[in-house]
Every structure is written in structure tokens, then in C-alpha cells.
């Protein structure tokens, strides 16, 4: 199959790109951008006046909730999801039950998406057995069987000896450690920043210190082991500046933040609204400029949705005991987009955060549009007005603060190894 996307606005940062340029396509690769390749015929050709054409997004933290939770979301319905918002490649925490701790559990997530053909799924194998934080996973076999890194998910590993174990082992092979930067002792049972909202709502509190002595503690096993380490989901600014340092001084370390983080603080909880309960809590409106300052300038790689689905009952539940998170995948582009719109990133600092730098972390060939590259891309129409709501939402999540409110900028159509998953 012959495809041009003609007269769209590609947007390639990772070859240099932005401008109005035809995009040729055969079987599953990008053949040429703007001069016709000799011979080239197209069997199907679209129109993408007026539209942006970008690489597929890739989204580094999500949750599928399969095996073992299928009532709140399956790998079915949230990479049909995926594919209905651009994103062609996604990572998934090993947090399912049972645990991806073992190949056979690798074999089945890689395989479901396979079958499904919506997008591939890049698991995460876990860190520690069953993610108890005491006996290493066999991270080789794991890397065998296709997880693009390792991970405990949002279980902490109290014990600094099995943590720097862990980075030994990884480094040996070189496979990424994603770490979710957290003290157990100081973050406890709190729900809320510690501050002036934890306050006046009486909630348990974390301190923004739970966070940076965590990525304290990693920096300094990271320094010692030689391991390749991706800080997941930070949330504050003192946090960006000890990865930056880190950076300079030649450590190996990335990071990335959720979308959420750069649009909300914690004042949006408001009277106990708890579409806005996340893990790691929304920080002050300093940190949110600091994280998209921290964006702008490249010391944060990668923004994600951190997608965690469940049904709309489950945020219907006191602060304290509600569920934890939002389904992100729908939105995600579309958000990071408006940041744009706003001025607060520029185009291409912003796509590239959603494709070449994820790509450049997992270590893969994608994430951009360049000749010979994988045919994964997407067009979004900026000018779309669309409502979030149970029509339009292709996730079986349903706790989203975006559920119900009118947004700009839509995905119209998603190619994954040159066959349209979603139009």
C-alpha cells in the first residue's frame, strides 16, 4: 500500500522539521518528505490541509489495568484510547496482578497489544519480586522477553542495599531503572501537598522533602552503580534542579512529568474535589512554573499522561479513601498542546517531549518522521472543538477533572506501521 499525506504541517523535531511538506509512505515506511520519490504512485492519498502531522506519541507511564482489574479498563480499551489520541507506543507499569516479574507475563501484555493492533505496548518489568522491595527480579530474562526497562512502580524500596543491588544488576546490562522518587517514612499516609491546602482541609500531607530526599538518595546509588536511571512522575521544582545538577556533573539520568502537574497546583482541590487526588500530589503554583520551566529548558525530557483509569464510583469516596489518579491518555496531546497555544512551550519543545526525547529514553528508533523511519504518526487538527464526555472519551476511565469541559485540538487520524488504527 502506496499512502501521501499531502499539504499537512509536519512537525518533526527530531529531523529538523516544520513546515508544509507532502509525506510518502510504502507498506510500513516513510519513504520521503516533500519531493515525490521516483516511481512513487500513491494507492490512497489524504488531505491534510490545515492540520499538523506529527511522529506517533509516545506516553511513558500508563496503567492497562490487565491482567487482574479488566472491570475498571482493559489493553483493549485503552489502546484503542491510544490510538484515537495519537499515541502509537506506550509504556506500562509492571503494577498488574499478578506482577510482570516474570517473562511469561512479559509475553502476554506484548502479544494482547500485538493481536490488537491499536499500539504497541512496551512493558516494564518489575524491579524486586512481586514488588516487595526485598528480592531482585531475574531483570535479564525479563530484558529477554521485551521490557524496555525496570521498574517498582509506586512501591517504594525502603532498603538502600536492595536499591543499589537493583542499579548493579540493571547497569550490567544496561537496561533503564524508571524510578518513582519517594521516602516512605516522610511521605506516609498523606493525600495532599503539605501547605496551605493540607492545611485548611485538615488532609494528611506529604512534604515536597518525601520526594527530594528520595531523588537524593537515587543520585548518589546512580553515582556509585553506573546505572541508567529515568526519574518518573516528579512533581516539584527542587527536583528539577538536583536532576539538572546531576546532568551536568555526566550522570546518566532523564526525567519526565505528568501532564497534570504542569496544568494544576494544589489549589484546584478546591472543597475536596477528588478528580485532582494524584500520586505524587499536585505541588504549589511555584513548582507547576518551575516543572514547565523545567520542560522548556530541556532538564525535564518527556511528559506523560501517567494514565491510571478507573470507574467514575471510584472517585465518589471521601478524600482520604478515593482512588488515586486520572485516566490521561485521551487528553494528553490535546493538553500539551494548549500549553503551547499559551506561549508557556514552544512547538517544538513540546512534541518533542512527547516523541523523540520518550524514543531517545527507551532507546528505540522512533519518535520521529524521517526517511527509512517506522510509519507511526498522527494528524491533529488544532482548530477542532471537541467535549470530553462518554461519547467521546475511548477510555473505560472515567475520573478525568477534563470529564465534560469543551477542549481545542483533536486527533482526526493515527498510523501505525503504515495502516490507519484510528480515523
Not at 536499591?163 to 517514612?185: G, H, I
Not at 500549553?339 to 526525547?357: I, N, P, Y
Request: hydrophobic share 40%.
Amino acid at each position: 500500500m502506496r499512502t501521501v499525506i499531502r499539504n499537512g504541517q509536519v512537525i518533526d523535531p527530531g529531523n529538523g522539521i516544520n513546515g508544509i511538506r507532502n509525506l510518502y509512505i510504502h507498506n510500513r515506511e516513510i519513504i520521503g518528505i516533500g519531493s515525490k520519490p521516483a516511481g512513487f504512485t500513491a494507492d490512497r492519498e489524504v488531505n491534510a490541509s490545515g492540520q499538523y502531522v506529527l511522529p506517533g506519541i509516545i506516553d511513558l507511564c500508563v496503567r492497562l489495568r490487565e491482567p487482574g482489574e479488566e472491570h475498571k479498563a482493559t489493553i483493549q480499551s485503552e489502546t484503542r484510547a491510544a490510538a484515537s489520541a495519537g499515541i502509537t507506543r506506550m509504556v506500562c507499569t509492571p503494577d498488574t496482578f499478578p506482577i510482570i516479574d516474570t517473562p511469561a507475563m512479559v509475553h502476554m501484555v506484548i502479544n494482547r497489544a500485538q493481536d490488537l493492533g491499536y499500539a504497541r505496548v512496551h512493558p516494564l518489568g518489575a524491579l524486586t519480586v512481586g514488588l516487595q522491595g526485598q528480592r531482585l527480579t531475574d531483570m535479564a530474562m525479563l530484558m529477554d522477553a521485551g521490557c524496555v526497562g525496570v521498574s517498582n512502580a509506586q512501591e517504594i524500596v525502603k532498603n538502600t542495599l536492595v536499591m543499589r543491588r537493583a542499579m548493579q544488576y540493571a547497569s550490567t546490562y544496561d537496561l533503564p531503572v524508571f524510578l518513582t522518587p519517594r521516602d516512605a517514612w516522610l511521605q506516609g499516609n498523606g493525600v495532599v501537598h503539605e501547605g496551605e491546602v493540607s492545611t485548611r482541609l485538615g488532609l494528611p500531607a506529604i512534604p515536597e522533602a518525601a520526594e527530594t530526599v528520595g531523588v537524593a538518595r537515587d543520585l548518589a546509588l546512580i553515582e556509585t552503580s553506573g546505572a541508567r536511571a529515568h526519574f518518573d512522575l516528579i512533581s516539584c521544582g527542587r527536583s528539577v534542579t538536583m536532576i539538572a545538577e546531576a546532568q551536568d556533573r555526566g550522570l546518566p539520568v532523564t526525567s519526565s512529568v505528568a501532564i497534570h502537574q504542569l496544568l494544576f497546583s494544589e489549589n484546584d482541590i478546591g472543597a475536596f474535589d477528588t478528580q485532582y487526588k494524584v500520586m505524587p500530589p499536585l505541588r504549589t503554583r511555584q513548582d507547576k512554573t518551575d516543572l514547565i520551566r523545567g520542560v522548556a529548558k530541556g532538564q525535564i525530557a518527556a511528559i506523560c499522561s501517567d494514565h491510571q483509569p478507573h470507574g467514575a464510583d471510584s472517585k465518589l469516596a471521601p478524600f482520604s479513601e478515593a482512588a488515586t489518579g486520572i485516566a490521561g491518555i485521551d487528553t494528553l496531546l490535546t493538553l500539551t498542546m494548549g500549553l503551547v497555544r499559551e506561549r508557556k512551550l514552544d512547538m517544538e519543545t513540546a512534541v518533542s517531549a512527547l516523541t523523540v526525547h520518550p524514543a531517545r529514553i527507551l532507546g528505540t528508533n522512533a519518535g520521529h518522521l524521517g526517511i527509512g523511519a517506522q510509519a507511526d504518526l498522527c494528524l491533529y487538527d488544532p482548530q477542532k472543538n471537541w467535549q470530553l464526555d462518554q461519547h467521546t472519551m475511548q477510555s473505560k476511565g472515567r475520573n478525568s477533572p477534563f470529564y465534560g469541559v469543551k477542549l481545542k485540538g483533536k486527533v482526526t487520524r493515527t498510523m501505525l506501521s503504515g495502516k490507519w488504527v484510528y480515523q
